[in-house]
């Protein structure tokens, strides 16, 4: 309740100063000069509201100071009931009741939630560690800008009380001496709760007292001087154009309609919208039980902002005002619905974090007629205000009764689907000895096929370079850079990988009649029933979309396959990891105030999206939201790699084995400390960052770009994962188990980051590092060469030919029938496609949905643009 409570009244006002704050950090660059910018805008925008309060205030000061000699007599005279009915009767026939009296607290009733608000944001706001303002050394900090022998004097919270007391002089003049107090020992209160506080904060009460002072003295002695001067002129004016009558009176029923509309399309509608587009992403795994959780906070957040305060205004304001208001809030509620339902639309992959992997950019073209759109939408909604005004609260219930029940139908299939999660969990349900799961043998043959998922082919020379040890540890291997995949997303790239051939989305596509589920359900078994059926004792661990599941493999396709051992390893050990607790909470937090500030994002003009959107802080100050939710989702993966010594089991036997493995710490960029890589509460790369960025300079020229915190983030977790592949190939060597073990290291696809100029092979073409998948293979007594380089034109496709080369006879997919090489890579030029339909949802027939996406032909070589062909096929 306490969090719902926040959430309604004091996270909306917060949610206003940190927009405010991030704005004019952008344009002024400095924490304490955008601090002071804040308390000046702020109180610009709530300056109406207590322009009202304080006319209510003297109105209640006015009728007290009118019924004081009766009231005064008649508390004199009578006592108990008597006392009370002669009140009564009083105060009815003055038409006033007691409870009036608190028009006169108004003003102070305002300034608790404000001062909560500011509390709390400022006093957490991470951007004022360290940072200076005049002669303050540390805005984080109490000021302590007067020493006293041994003993630090905070400053400016008394000069703040200084202010405060002036400004009270000159508001109380002519008050009755109770109020004057209650003032001076207010001023007094926030002298005791701010004294210790930071130096951020008590600036911006400094200023805000500043404000109130200058507030005070131009409406308390300029404002009734000009009065003076221009009431006659008004006077005349009236008296020249008489005010016009509107027979409306103001409609305080369609007011709320209209914010109730933008409420429930912000806190229900499309929260639930991202959350039904796949549920199980928004499980952090062992903490919560459902991720409609989320949709709390967001609808609590956007009432709070849009009926409750905003409802404060409006009965604050006068009949004029209030009128101008039901139709500002009818009009937005237009646009909102417009934006969200026809525009921003095919931004790409969006994270549990409500991130997107490219930044929304929007062509002149559609900006334009999304402008234009949205004036005439304007023009509609302003003409059934004036010209239809009945119809409005009928279409103002229709909207409200469409967003309910859509929003209903969202959270009943999240619901179902997370009922699916559960049931696939319970059924991959292990006897709980996950510490040896690998099992590898010291005298047979040892077979290990690792799927680091979007690892990025054209890293790997500069790690190698940067990391000199790692050509050590990877003794044996040999690099395949001129690899394709068939695809930039794991639905399209990875059948082939653990299938071969037969599972390119072109094959996979010519098999029309079975369904895409069965497909690459088959596809992740061939390896596995392969090499069982040869005698093999197999382990598959994490395979992508087992079952036809994306967040949680269902291991049962396994089930009728001798000797195999399957796992679901993601997730299993981050809980162990010291840096869990953190992430977990800024995530959990990161989330509940992103999904609102997302619904904004949805809701506003697409000219202004990229801007609000802001690189993924949705314009918020507090960057470690997005930290939380990446080193979350990058321990989930990263702590398997770490496990993987305590995970392997050497057997003394001459057992054969065989391990498929997917990996998805190569997938979620996230921030790591320099030069070590390493994972950090709070990162600080500005001592390292330069000279890192040299290291991909070569004869003057930038070979890859790094300027990006994104392109920085996945070579950041490419360095990582081999760092920790480096422990576990040392620890195979020590074990004697590497010389006969075959390793295949592969990624499914690369990512289009913009990195490798030799890799924008043209306008018409896409980005090939994001087709550029790494392929390094060590086979059997290998270890001693160094690693090698070899440009022999390769697929990912090739995996399982490589890993049963030489050791089954005639390989054979054992559900097709057909033999398993890789002749149909030297036939003709092979074929991928960019479709970014890459949910599972999008993806539920017998082919493959690549509308979106254009197919290319390759061969020879991924290098050359001129072996590279757009191909007319849908």
């Not at 949610?15 to 002024?28: R, S």
């Not at 900090?141 to 703040?160: E, T, W, Y």
């Not at 033999?819 to 092979?830: F, M, R, S, T, W």
């Amino acid at each position: 309740m306490s969090s719902i409570l926040y959430y309604l009244i004091i996270y909306p006002i917060e949610f206003i100063v940190d927009l405010v704050f991030t704005l004019m950090h952008m344009l002024l660059g400095n924490p304490g000069l955008s601090i002071v910018a804040v308390s000046v805008v702020i109180n610009f925008l709530i300056l109406p509201m207590y322009k009202r309060s304080d006319a209510l205030q003297e109105k209640e000061r006015d009728n007290q100071a009118r019924m004081a000699h009766w009231t005064g007599h008649i508390r004199k005279t009578f006592r108990g009931d008597e006392r009370f009915m002669m009140l009564s009767e009083y105060y009815r026939q003055n038409n006033y009741r007691p409870i009036y009296a608190l028009k006169g607290s108004i003003s102070l009733l305002l300034q608790i939630p404000f001062f909560i608000a500011a509390y709390h944001y400022l006093s957490n706001l991470t951007l004022l560690t360290g940072a200076s303002f005049l002669n303050i050394t540390d805005l984080s900090r109490p000021d302590a800008l007067l020493k006293l022998g041994g003993i630090s004097v905070n400053i400016l919270p008394i000069l703040m009380t200084l202010i405060n007391f002036i400004s009270g002089a000159i508001y109380t003049k002519g008050f009755p001496l109770k109020d004057k107090i209650q003032l001076y020992a207010m001023a007094l209160v926030f002298l005791v709760l701010l004294y210790g506080s930071p130096a951020g904060l008590v600036l911006y009460w400094t200023c805000n007292n500043i404000f109130s002072l200058l507030k005070n003295i131009y409406f308390k002695i300029l404002h009734p001087f000009l009065l003076r001067i221009l009431s006659r002129r008004e006077k005349k004016e009236k008296a020249k154009h008489p005010a016009k009558t509107n027979p409306l009176p103001s409609s305080p029923a369609l007011f709320f309609g209209s914010c109730a509309v933008i409420t429930l399309l912000t806190g229900i509608l499309i929260p639930s919208s991202v959350v039904v587009s796949s549920p199980s992403e928004f499980l952090p795994g062992y903490a919560y039980e459902t991720p409609l959780r989320f949709l709390v906070s967001s609808v609590a957040i956007a009432a709070g902002l849009f009926i409750v305060w905003n409802g404060v205004l409006y009965f604050l304001k006068d009949e004029k005002h209030r009128k101008k208001s039901e139709r500002l809030m009818w009009v937005i509620s237009g646009i909102s619905l417009t934006d969200y339902l026809f525009f921003g639309k095919g931004l790409g992959n969006l994270s549990p974090m409500l991130n997107f992997d490219f930044l929304p950019y929007f062509t002149p073209k559609e900006q334009l007629i999304n402008i234009g759109v949205l004036l005439l939408v304007v023009l509609v909604f302003l003409f059934f205000w004036f010209r239809l005004r009945k119809a409005v609260p009928v279409i103002m219930a229709a909207l409200v009764i469409t967003i309910v029940s859509l929003s209903g139908i969202n959270i009943s299939r999240t619901q179902s689907q997370l009922a699916d999660v559960k049931r696939v969990k319970s059924m991959n349900k292990d006897d709980g000895q996950t510490d040896s799961v690998i099992h590898l043998s010291k005298n047979g043959k040892n077979v290990v096929v690792l799927m680091l998922d979007r690892a990025i082919s054209g890293y790997l020379p500069y790690i190698m370079d940067e990391k000199p040890e790692l050509k050590e540890a990877f003794s044996g291997f040999t690099y395949y850079p001129n690899t394709m995949s068939y695809g930039m997303h794991t639905i399209f790239a990875s059948p082939c990988l653990f299938g071969g051939y037969e599972y390119t989305p072109v094959a996979m596509n010519s098999r029309s009649s079975e369904t895409l589920n069965k497909k690459v359900n088959e596809a992740l078994r061939v390896m596995p029933k392969l090499f069982s059926d040869t005698g093999y004792n197999v382990t598959v661990c994490d395979p992508p979309y087992a079952g036809y599941q994306e967040a949680s493999p269902d291991l049962s396709i396994y089930s009728d396959i001798p000797r195999v051992r399957a796992y679901n390893l993601k997730g299993k050990y981050s809980d162990e990891d010291s840096h869990t607790v953190l992430s977990e909470s800024l995530l959990e937090k990161g989330k509940k105030q992103n999904f609102f500030r997302y619904s904004i994002f949805k809701i506003l003009p697409v000219s202004l999206q990229p801007a609000f959107y802001d690189g993924s802080y949705y314009l918020s100050s507090d960057t470690s939201q997005s930290d939380g939710s990446r080193i979350s989702d990058f321990l989930k993966s990263y702590s398997v790699l770490c496990r993987l010594q305590k995970l392997t089991k050497i057997d003394d036997g001459d057992q054969n084995t065989f391990l498929m493995m997917d990996n998805e710490t190569t997938h979620e960029p996230c921030p790591l400390q320099l030069p070590d890589y390493e994972l950090k509460a709070h990162v600080d790369n500005s001592p390292y960052i330069d000279s890192w960025k040299n290291s991909f300079v070569r004869d003057g020229k930038t070979n890859v770009h790094m300027d990006t915190t994104t392109q920085q983030g996945h070579y950041f977790i490419n360095m990582a994962s081999y760092l920790q592949l480096e422990n576990w190939l040392n620890y195979l060597k020590k074990e004697g188990v590497y010389d006969n073990t075959r390793i295949i290291i592969v990624s499914d696809h690369g990512f289009t980051l913009g990195q490798f100029d030799s890799m924008l092979i043209g306008n018409e073409f896409p980005d090939a590092e994001g087709y550029n998948p790494v392929l390094m293979v060590k086979d059997f007594n290998a270890g001693d060469s160094p690693v090698k380089t070899s440009n022999t034109f390769m697929t990912n496709a090739d995996v399982p030919t490589l890993a049963v080369k030489d050791l089954i006879q005639d390989p054979v997919n054992p559900f097709t029938k057909q033999v398993l090489n890789n002749a149909e890579k030297n036939k003709e030029p092979q074929m991928l496609n960019t479709s970014e339909h890459f949910y599972l949802k999008q993806q539920m027939g017998t082919i493959f949905n690549t509308s979106d996406g254009k197919w290319y032909s390759v061969h020879d070589n991924i290098f050359d643009r001129d072996d590279w062909k757009l191909i007319d096929k849908k």
